[in-house]
C-alpha cells in the first residue's frame, strides 16, 4: 500500500538560510501541536502577501504531468512504505510479519476535533526528565523542590539558599547546602522546555539562545540580549546599531530571533504538582490497527502553500534591476524580505512534517505490541535517547517534537508522553506502577500494606524495586499511605 500525501508541502523553492539557521527557526515550530500550527500558518498567511495557499484544490494529489501522484512521502529518504516487521532487534525480515505503513489524510477524510484528555503538569513532565538522569536520590530530592518552587510561567523565584533552608529544615532527610541547590538547579535548567527555571525575562531568553545551534546570527543575537537588553526594551535602536557596530535590517533579524523564544516556557502546561487536569486537545496522529498491522497517519490539516507568481515574477523583475534611488532600494529589499521569508516558511513547514513522522514511527515501532493490544503492561522501557537512535535526529527534537503531541487509537487518545518510562531492566514503569495498583486494590482494608510490605511483593512477582522506589511509584498513582488507607 503506497502512502498518500494528502495536503502535502511545497519544497521546491530553495531556501537561502543554511541548514544551522533553518534549526534554530524549525525549534520553536516543532513544539507546536496540530492546532498551534493551523494558527501560525494563517498568522504567516495574512502578513506575507508573498505567501499564498495552492489555489485549485481540484490538483491536490496531482503530479505536473497531470497523472495522480500514488506515493509521496513525508520522509527525508523518499521512502514509500515503513514496513517495519515485528518489533524485535533481529527482525529477519520474514514477509508473514505483521507490518505497519504510513499515510497521510486528505481534506475531504474525517476530521478530528477536540477532545477532552488528561494533561500532566510542568512538575510531571519535569521530574520525568529528571529521573532520567544519572542523579543521585538526595539529588532527586532537590530537583522535586526545584521544581515545586517555579510559577505557572515555568521561572524560579526563590533563590538557593532559601529551597536549601526548605529542604534541610522541612524535609529532614538531608541536609542541603545552597551549593548543592545550584549543582541541581543546573541540571534542571537544561530540561525541556528550553528556559525552564530562568530567573527573569533576560535569564528565560539566553537560556533557550544558548541551546540553539551555534551560527553568527545566535551569537550576535546573545550578545544583544546578554549586553543591550535594557536599551532593547527601550527600543534605543540606534544606540544599539552603534555599540554592535550593525545596520538596522541585521538589528531586526536579531530582534526576530529573539521573538521566536518563548518567553514563558511553562505556560503551556497545567498548573500544580501532582494533580492532572481535562483539556481540549486535537489529535496529531492517528494509529489504525487491523490485526498485527499498524497504520500510522499523521494528521496533517495545513494547506499546501506556495509563493505567489505575482511576487515571484517581482522577485525576478529587482533581481535584474540596479537600484537608482533609496526608494527603490527600500523597496527591492522589502520584496526579497517577503519572499525568502515565505520560502524559508515552507521548507519549514516540510521539514516540522519529516521529523513528527519519524518520530512517531520510531515510537510506534519501539510501542508495537502495545498499540496491537492496548494493554498496558506491553508497554516497553523507552526515553527520548531511545527514540532519537531510531529517528536519527538529537534528543532535544525528540523532546520538541513529541512535545503536547497526542495520537488517537482505537483504545482512547494519549500524549506521547505516555509512552516514555525509566523503566527497570526490561519492565517497563507502566507495568510496575500496574502491578503496584492491583496489590494496592486488593489489599485487605483493614490491614492495608505497608511499603516494605508492597516492596517485598513486587520483588516475588520479579520486579526489582526498593522501598524507595515502591514509595515514589505510589506518589505517582496518588496512593496514600498505608494507615491513612485503613479502613473499620
Not at 527525508?76 to 524485535?88: H, R
Request: glycine content about 6%; some cysteine; charged content about 30%.
Amino acid at each position: 500500500m503506497a502512502e498518500k500525501q494528502g495536503q502535502g508541502l511545497e519544497t521546491t523553492i530553495k531556501t537561502g538560510l543554511r541548514t544551522s539557521q533553518l534549526n534554530v527557526d524549525l525549534a520553536p515550530l516543532l513544539k507546536m501541536n496540530e492546532s498551534e500550527i493551523e494558527e501560525r500558518v494563517r498568522g504567516e498567511l495574512d502578513s506575507n502577501p508573498a505567501l499564498e495557499p495552492k489555489a485549485d484544490p481540484d490538483d491536490e494529489g496531482s503530479t505536473p504531468g497531470g497523472e495522480k501522484d500514488e506515493g509521496s512521502t513525508p520522509d527525508d529518504e523518499g521512502e514509500s512504505d515503513f514496513d517495519f516487521g515485528n518489533n524485535d532487534d533481529d527482525d529477519n525480515g520474514d514477509d508473514t510479519a505483521p507490518n505497519y505503513r504510513a499515510s497521510n489524510h486528505s481534506a475531504d477524510d474525517e476530521y478530528y476535533g477536540p477532545t477532552a484528555v488528561e494533561e500532566p503538569t510542568l512538575s510531571d513532565y519535569l521530574m520525568q526528565q529528571v529521573r532520567e538522569r544519572d542523579i543521585s536520590p538526595e539529588q532527586e530530592i532537590i530537583a522535586q523542590y526545584i521544581v515545586g518552587s517555579l510559577d505557572d510561567n515555568g521561572f524560579l523565584q526563590r533563590s538557593p539558599s532559601a529551597i536549601a533552608d526548605d529542604i534541610t529544615f522541612s524535609d529532614g532527610r538531608i541536609e542541603v547546602e545552597p551549593a548543592d541547590v545550584e549543582a541541581v538547579l543546573k541540571i534542571v535548567r537544561q530540561l525541556d522546555p528550553p528556559g525552564i527555571a530562568a530567573t527573569d525575562l533576560r535569564d528565560c531568553i539566553l537560556l533557550q539562545l544558548r541551546r540553539m545551534p551555534v551560527t553568527d546570527l545566535v551569537e550576535e543575537t546573545i550578545e544583544l540580549v546578554d549586553k543591550y537588553f535594557d536599551l532593547l526594551g527601550k527600543k534605543h535602536y540606534d544606540k544599539i546599531c552603534a555599540s554592535m557596530n550593525i545596520d538596522e535590517h541585521r538589528l531586526r533579524q536579531l530582534i526576530e530571533l529573539v521573538r521566536s523564544v518563548n518567553p514563558k516556557p511553562g505556560s503551556g502546561f497545567s498548573g500544580g504538582t501532582s494533580e492532572t487536569v481535562r483539556q481540549q486537545i486535537t489529535p496529531d496522529y492517528e494509529v489504525d490497527v487491523d490485526g498485527d498491522k499498524l497504520t500510522l497517519t499523521l494528521l496533517n490539516r495545513i494547506p499546501e502553500l506556495q509563493i505567489s507568481e505575482s511576487y515571484t515574477r517581482l522577485y525576478n523583475e529587482y533581481n535584474n534591476t540596479k537600484a537608482t534611488s533609496r526608494a527603490q532600494r527600500d523597496t527591492m529589499t522589502d520584496i526579497h524580505d517577503k519572499y525568502n521569508r515565505a520560502s524559508n516558511f515552507i521548507t519549514l513547514l516540510h521539514m516540522r512534517q519529516q521529523r513528527l513522522f519519524k518520530t512517531m514511527a520510531a515510537i510506534v515501532k519501539r510501542q508495537h505490541d502495545f498499540f496491537v493490544t492496548g494493554d498496558e503492561s506491553q508497554l516497553k522501557p523507552m526515553v527520548l535517547k531511545d527514540v532519537a537512535h531510531d529517528a536519527g535526529y538529537d534528543v532535544s527534537t525528540i523532546s520538541r517534537t513529541t512535545q503536547g503531541k497526542y495520537v488517537t487509537t482505537p483504545w482512547g487518545v494519549y500524549p506521547l508522553k505516555h509512552f516514555f518510562s525509566e523503566g527497570l531492566g526490561e519492565v517497563s514503569t507502566h507495568t510496575v506502577l500496574q502491578a503496584l495498583k492491583k496489590l494496592v486494590d486488593d489489599e485487605d482494608k483493614s490491614h492495608p500494606l505497608s511499603d516494605d510490605a508492597l516492596c517485598e511483593l513486587l520483588n516475588k512477582q520479579g520486579y526489582d524495586v526498593k522501598r524507595r522506589t515502591v514509595a515514589k511509584y505510589r506518589d505517582r498513582l496518588g496512593i496514600a499511605v498505608a494507615r491513612l488507607r485503613k479502613t473499620i
